[in-house]
């Protein structure tokens, strides 16, 4: 799939080559992984059968293992293989069914009853046409009445385009610094950690991404044929309103 990035050399694999290592220290209590699972289960079950559920951007396995050790049949796609090392190594039982590939034209083949795609990893399509190729390929392998479940921060309506640095972590041999740049004309904002060790040198840990709002999702979604079914604030279930600043929707694909 074409990169859009503006950041020089990066494409899809530059995330999970940057975050693997320390993704589920950094981001592993992100959002309520017992409140996702609880609410897939429950979704699937409202498609009357017990899985299969997709993951896209399933990374090291932070929802998907303990989705499939919830009961779900799980099907977990990434685009990197040093996120997907992290979780073969956390599926020591070998409970997941791992795809290595785009999460747009590798996905395989359905019916699936359930698609997830958690904690803004749809932004990490870069362009809204391939936004819309995702929900074009996901519905195309959703089972009737199926859903697909995407969490997503809301853009704030006057984001300030520039630049920023700052510290996000320091310790007496380890200093984090955020470097990112905003650009809300395109909808995108990329940047760096760039972690300074004592020990170590310096690692850089490169990230981009291209938000959409709620609305604009809702139109990708009809234009795939989906039908938004429910908003929540949150994963438990947090009624969604205008102060949210992060939603969960649920879009399904209708009977026929």
């Not at 479940?149 to 809301?154: C, D, G, H, I, P």
Request: proline share 5%; charged share 20%; net charge negative.
């Amino acid at each position: 799939m074409r990169d859009t990035a503006a950041m020089r050399g990066y494409d899809s694999t530059s995330y999970g080559k940057g975050f693997a290592d320390v993704y589920d220290d950094w981001y592993g209590d992100v959002t309520d992984v017992a409140a996702t699972i609880s609410r897939m289960v429950d979704l699937v079950g409202t498609v009357g059968t017990v899985g299969p559920v997709l993951e896209l951007g399933a990374g090291t396995g932070r929802l998907a293992v303990p989705m499939a050790r919830a009961g779900l049949i799980v099907t977990a796609v990434d685009s990197s293989r040093e996120m997907l090392d992290q979780l073969h190594a956390l599926d020591t039982a070998g409970s997941v069914v791992v795809v290595h590939g785009d999460m747009v034209d590798d996905l395989p083949d359905g019916p699936f009853a359930a698609a997830l795609i958690a904690y803004n990893t749809i932004f990490n399509l870069l362009d809204n046409g391939a936004q819309q190729a995702c929900f074009a390929a996901v519905a195309a392998r959703l089972a009737p009445e199926g859903v697909f479940v995407v969490e997503a921060f809301v853009p704030e309506s006057d984001t300030p385009a520039g630049s920023d640095v700052s510290v996000r972590s320091m310790a007496v041999d380890r200093v984090v610094l955020s470097v990112s740049q905003t650009t809300p004309s395109t909808q995108q904002a990329e940047g760096q950690f760039i972690e300074i060790t004592e020990t170590g040198g310096v690692r850089l840990r490169p990230w981009s991404v291209r938000w959409a709002t709620p609305e604009q999702l809702d139109a990708m979604a009809a234009t795939a044929g989906l039908v938004l079914d429910a908003r929540y604030a949150d994963m438990a279930g947090t009624p969604f309103d205008s102060e949210s600043t992060q939603h969960v929707s649920v879009y399904r694909r209708p009977t026929g």
